[in-house]
């Protein structure tokens, strides 16, 4: 009768165990480059049907891990000495227009501001709640919302301090309910504060245009997760 030694038995099994692995391996990688390509054509595909490019000029990002350093685009009047990126202007004016039209008090609180005048803001905030607090509140300069002249704070009356209270107002309940159809988001929602960083705001509003706005709503995203949505590869 054939015979099989013990090392016979350990060899045999150590040549099993080897295959395995290389198998396994061979069968991982396939996946994960399945997986990468997939996900590559989700994202181009998502931004086609959109007719949306993240090089456009309303995804810019800033915030406290992207700062625009002294970017600033080329400003119009909305009203008040209010000034906004020219070519986001017209959808402003339109939206709180409309806002108007239903009876209800707008007011444009804030909009562009500048590098040192957002310094100005940060600095006050530090000397009042501390650095890590303040940041949540008034970002440093260059990180601002504000410097890329694409956002307004829009309230129903002026306040000496703005508190999340304002959701209750019509004014709010008006204009997160329409902002996408003008191409605006409300930037800062109470759920995504993990991901923005900063302290729900419901005042700020944000153009990203039409179809962006509407998908953002839609999926009940902040701007950062829809831009990791259509960034390109």
Known sequence: MFKINKKQIEHALLLFLIANVVFMSSCYGKTTKTDESESVSETKKLADELGVNINDYQFILANIDNSIGDYTPELVEIENGRKFDKRAASALKSFIAEARAQGLNVFLS???????SQKMLYDRKVEQYGEEEAKTIVLPPGTSEHQTGLAADITDVYYDFKTKDLENTETFKWLNEHCQDYGFILRYPKDKEDITKVIYE??????????AAKYIKEHNLCLEEFLEL???P
């Open 202 to 211: 419901p005042w700020h509003f944000r153009y990203v245009g039409i179809a």
């Open 230 to 232: 259509i960034k390109e």
């Open 110 to 116: 804030s909009t562009y501001r500048g590098k040192y």
